[in-house]
């Protein structure tokens, strides 16, 4: 095993105490694994808190800041955060305005989620949440019960994050992260295996010359096992599924989602070939994001996300954000 770590065992709190070192505009408390903005609450603001496992990067924490996350709650890698967590995180970041939580449709991140509401709600906190269900891949899986949750947590945290930091309302705010949820479709694939510091070796078998087309950000296999293809061929299979599901009359946002160990140069020919067949289909795109922002530790691969938008939501996507992982217009 070749990784930059020290023992297994505390890889999340070392990275916590790293986040911290390099990031003083956020508060990040590595026993209780919570980061939140230091700014926070901000009085009269929805607060917004999501979370997951760890090795996503910079998918929660990177999205902690003004113009997104409210606050994190990291897990350890590919397990949930527990609830005690998520309750710290809604009372640390609260104004009275309500906290929205954000939720990846894994199984144990909505029953933990669930039960963090409802201890919240105890406390008088007002709670809202959001399942993000985007990837079109499969329908259940080991972790799932439902379609899993990808990239579009990207464009809910983003989209509802602008709406939260004008001042809109819980009732609003969840509302447009619904709708920015429901006009989502990804589709990942995997090019190799990604490895856990606990295993210490690949998490699935993916035979030299081989990929696996529609993963989950944990390595759960997908629709089908294929020869290597190329980039092109690729692109057009992830756009096929995704327009498959979903028929945009609007332009769409674009993401091109590196899983942690595809160079930019690859990616950016992805991103050329997904432009090419997207233009053949006649959907118009109004913007694009290249890079690593949900992640699945060391793999190899990429996935597409669409996500239909109307003028709202692309002056929304368009406002300033500061975060580690996301940055524009400040």
């Known amino acids: 095993m070749r990784m930059l770590i020290n023992v297994p065992e505390t890889v999340v709190a070392d990275a916590l105490r790293g986040m911290a070192a390099a990031h003083p505009e956020l508060t990040v408390d590595v026993e209780n694994r919570v980061i939140v903005r230091r700014d926070a609450p901000v009085a009269g603001k929805v607060a917004l808190v999501s979370g997951g496992g760890s090795g996503h990067e910079p998918l929660?924490?990177?999205?902690?800041?003004?113009?997104m996350l409210s606050a994190a709650c990291?897990?350890?890698?590919?397990?949930?955060?527990?609830?005690?967590?998520?309750?710290r995180a809604a009372a640390a970041v609260d104004s009275g305005a309500g906290v929205l939580f954000i939720v990846k449709n894994y199984t144990g991140d909505v029953l933990n989620f669930d039960m963090a509401a409802e201890l919240a709600e105890d406390e008088g906190i007002q709670v809202a949440k959001v399942l993000?269900?985007?990837?079109?891949?499969?329908?259940?899986?080991?972790?799932?019960?439902?379609?899993?949750?990808?990239?579009?947590?990207?464009?809910?945290?983003?989209i509802a994050g602008a709406a939260a930091d004008e001042g809109q309302p819980l009732e609003r705010v969840e509302s447009i992260a619904r709708q920015?949820?429901?006009?989502?479709?990804?589709?990942?694939?995997a090019l190799s295996a990604c490895t856990t510091p606990a295993k210490g070796s690949p998490t699935f078998d993916l035979p030299a010359g081989e990929l696996e087309l529609g993963i989950g950000i944990h390595g759960?296999?997908?629709r089908e096992r294929r020869p290597m293809m190329t980039s092109g061929e690729i692109a057009d299979f992830a756009v096929s599924a995704i327009l498959?599901?979903?028929?945009?009359?609007?332009?769409?946002?674009?993401?091109?989602n590196g899983m942690g160990a595809t160079p930019l140069l690859e990616l950016y020919g992805f991103n050329a070939e997904v432009h090419r067949i997207l233009a053949e289909r006649g959907v118009a795109v109004a913007r694009t994001l290249v890079?690593?922002?949900v992640t699945s530790l060391d793999m190899a691969g990429a996935s597409v996300t669409l996500c239909q938008i109307d003028e709202e939501l692309l002056r929304l996507w368009d406002a300033p954000v500061n975060t580690p992982g996301l940055r524009w217009g400040v």
């Open 60 to 67: 929660h924490g990177g999205f902690v800041g003004p113009g």
């Open 74 to 87: 990291p897990g350890e890698v590919f397990t949930s955060p527990v609830p005690d967590q998520m309750l």
């Open 132 to 158: 993000v269900n985007d990837d079109v891949a499969v329908t259940d899986s080991l972790y799932t019960a439902g379609r899993r949750g990808t990239g579009a947590t990207l464009f809910v945290e983003k």
């Open 180 to 189: 920015v949820n429901e006009n989502s479709r990804s589709f990942g694939v």
């Open 220 to 222: 759960e296999p997908g």
């Open 244 to 256: 498959d599901d979903m028929n945009p009359t609007n332009p769409v946002l674009l993401l091109v």
């Open 291 to 293: 890079g690593d922002y």
